[in-house]
Every structure is written in C-alpha cells, then in structure tokens.
C-alpha cells in the first residue's frame, strides 16, 4: 500500500511570503514540450550554490497555486527559509555534540543546508515524527512564516562565497565558546547570531525580518500568509512510494493533482550521470538495481508541472482527452516534466560539477528512471532520499476511499 502520511496539526497556515514581481510569466502547454497539463508557473529560479533545492520547489509550489488562485505572481526568498532551517538544525546538532565533535565542526564544519539534516524535535512531531523532510519544510513554514524577496534576499552564487559563509559560522562559534557560552545549550535565538555577520563580516548579513512593509502595510510574516497567500499547508499531504508493488498508485496520484490544476513538489534520489541534457533517465534493462545507481549523488526536489503518456502528441490536450489520458494506466506514462531549481541553461551542482542543460529550465523524467529507483532493494535505501510526493490531502482522501 502506498504509504500516506498525515499531520496532526490544525494550526492557521503559514507559509512562505512572497512578493510582486513585473508582467505575470506562465508556463503553459504552448511552451512546454509536454503538453497534457496547463498550469501557470512562475518564472524558473536558481538556487545557486545552497544545497537548497526543498526549499524552491515548496517555494514554486505555492507561487503557482497563488498565481493560479487570483493571478498574481509572487517571488519567494527561498533563502529566508533555508536561514529558519540552518538554525533549527545546528540547534539539534549541537545539542547532541560532545566536545570534540563540536572542536571538529569548528575545524571543517559545514551549515545544514539539504533536507538530509533533520530540524529540531518539535517539528519533526508535528508530522508524527515522519522521516520524509518535506513535511519538515511545511511544519518549518507554518511555525516561522518566511518574507517577501524584495524584503529579505542573500543569494550564493559562487563557491567561494559558499566557503566564506561557512567559514564566518565557524568563527563565530568558535568567538562564542571562548565567551563562555556551552554551545550544546544554545537556543535557537542564540544560534541564529551564529549565522549573521561573522569577524570579517563574511557571514549572512541579517536575520530574515519578522515584520516588513507590504503594499502600504507593516504586518507579519504569518499575517502576510493568512491574508495574502491564503495557502494552507494542512491542505496537502506528502506520499511516499518505497517498492516497485507501490508505484503505479503513486504515478496515478500524481498524475491526478496534475489533471486538476496542482503542480506537484516531487523528491527523489538523484545520480546526475543519468541527466543527458534536460532528461533523466533509467536503466531499462538492468538485471540488479542499487542505490548508487541513482542515489550516488543525494537527493533533489522539483516541481512537477506536467505528465505525457507513451504515444503521446504535441498540442493542447481537450477535457476529454485529458480524463483518457488520465486513466490510462501507470505502465503507460512516458515521462514527468518539471520545473527544476537550476536556472536556464547548462547547469553545475552546489559542488561545482555538471549536472544537466535546459534552455529553459524544465527537465524530463522518464518512467524508466522512476521504476529504476522503485526496484532498489529497501535494505540499501536511503531513507531520507526516499521518493517523496506532495499532493491535495482531498485527493489522498478520496484515494482511500475507494478502496
């Protein structure tokens, strides 16, 4: 059975803030190689050299379904996000550091920037002490709020600017224990000093502001998302394919929120010597699979925009046609598209290595490369980089329904 994972939850949502940009830029079917869907996406983003890609795809999740709600386009600072996430997780890692696992991290110690890292235990408990890291960014949202670009906005764009922010948060962590503080007993607050401007003032130059100017109103980011986005997070639920018996559902599921309007936050292991191009794609005739096959290089998080079944054509897809394509069965898809977090063209990954090309920064998952992943034996997995979609909680309702 496909796994469901559900929050327990009812808080007012709260998520990501966004702000106004120029002249409204969809993505629609006449521009996009496949065409079944039409949703209207904002522009493709970068996210630079953070390994941040859960954050842009929840960003570009929720622009779209603002965009397609009254359509207004908006632009999230992904970043504001990451710097809650960044605090959240060394406040969890400190807390469990002997001295000289914290002498180590002030030597060569990085920032948690990938969904790999779990946040603190509160969050994790507001989705059941689920596994999959998407609902952390969720819980992350609705507790923190998050800002508008234009008010908040710190992009990494080289790696030695990378190497600088790391390098600050080190020292000033290291200036914090020689004044005295037990770094394992720092409050989230505390810690996120830790991140702004370090000795050389190399670190990140503010905290993400939790009040800010919008259209003529000072609010904040939870008033911004309650009267603004009017997005609830307890709206969507995350599902979790773990074996090849479990993703046909998982593929119809998607293929679901897609027909109905929904792009799709889609996680997944990744080996980028399976990107050609904008494609990703599996080994078809393969006689054993294993997480190095597709997992090498960690895992990533998009956005699904569209789906095409085999034999599919090009050209706007009637209603009709749309709810045949839609029963077809799960054997039949021939690929996902996505909108990725990788700019527009030929593309390097946070560790400076290529990683794919598109010219305009949408990429193609064949089916091959989603049935790759299902057949890695569970012993081998890795289970934070499990395949990880996020969909309407009406659809997963009406799911369990009918069986």
Same mark, same amino acid.
């Given at each position: ?27 629609? +079917?006449?521009?996009?190689? @496949?065409?079944?869907?039409? &949703?209207? $996406?904002?522009?493709?983003?970068? !996210?630079?050299?953070?390994? #941040? ?118 020292? +000033?962590?290291?200036?914090? @224990?020689?004044?005295?503080? &037990?770094? $394992?007993?720092?409050?989230?607050? !505390?810690?996120?000093?830790? #991140? ?120 706007a897809v009637t209603d009709a046609n749309l709810q045949l394509e839609l029963m077809k069965p799960a054997a039949d898809l021939d690929a996902f598209l996505f909108k990725n977090s990788w700019g527009v063209g030929a593309k390097t990954n ?54």
């Amino acid at each position: 059975m496909l796994e469901m994972l559900k929050s327990r939850l009812a808080l007012p949502f709260v998520l990501l803030l966004l702000s106004a940009c120029g002249s409204q830029n969809f993505k629609t +079917n006449e521009k996009s190689s @496949l065409e079944t869907v039409a &949703i209207p $996406q904002t522009e493709v983003r970068d !996210q630079g050299r953070l390994g #941040i890609c859960w954050a842009y795809g929840t960003s570009a999740l929720i622009e779209s379904e603002l965009l397609k709600l009254n359509g207004t386009q908006v632009d999230i600072s992904e970043e504001a996000i990451a710097f809650e996430h960044m605090a959240e997780a060394l406040r969890a890692q400190f807390a469990k550091m002997m001295s000289s696992d914290l002498l180590d991290f002030m030597g060569r110690g990085a920032l948690p920037e990938g969904w790999a890292t779990r946040t603190t235990p509160e969050l994790a408990a507001m989705y059941e002490n689920s596994k999959y890291v998407q609902h952390d960014a969720l819980a992350l949202i609705k507790l923190k709020g998050a800002v508008p670009e234009s008010a908040w906005s710190f992009k990494i764009k080289t790696p030695a600017q990378k190497d600088q922010l790391f390098r600050a948060v080190r020292q +000033n962590l290291h200036q914090a @224990l020689q004044n005295g503080f &037990i770094i $394992q007993n720092l409050s989230v607050e !505390q810690i996120k000093d830790l #991140i702004l401007i370090g000795p050389n003032g190399n670190a990140f130059p503010s905290r993400p502001p939790t009040t800010f100017s919008w259209q003529g109103r000072t609010m904040s980011s939870l008033e911004f998302v309650k009267d603004v986005l009017k997005f609830d997070s307890d709206d969507w639920e995350a599902i979790a394919v773990k074996n090849e018996e479990n993703l046909p559902q998982f593929i119809q599921l998607v293929k679901r929120a897609l027909a109905e309007g929904h792009s799709v936050p889609l996680a997944f292991p990744i080996n980028i010597d399976r990107i050609s191009g904008d494609i990703f794609t599996g080994d078809r005739n393969a006689k054993q699979y294993n997480w190095a096959d597709y997992g090498r290089d960690g895992g990533h998080l998009v956005l699904v925009t569209d789906f095409i079944n085999k034999g599919g054509s090009r050209g706007a897809v009637t209603d009709a046609n749309l709810q045949l394509e839609l029963m077809k069965p799960a054997a039949d898809l021939d690929a996902f598209l996505f909108k990725n977090s990788w700019g527009v063209g030929a593309k390097t990954n946070e560790a400076g290595k290529p990683v794919g090309s598109s010219v305009d920064g949408y990429y193609r998952m064949d089916l091959s490369y989603l049935s790759g992943i299902a057949k890695i034996p569970a012993a081998t997995r890795n289970p934070w980089a499990a395949t990880l979609a996020v969909v309407p909680r009406s659809l997963v309702a009406s799911e369990l329904k009918l069986r």
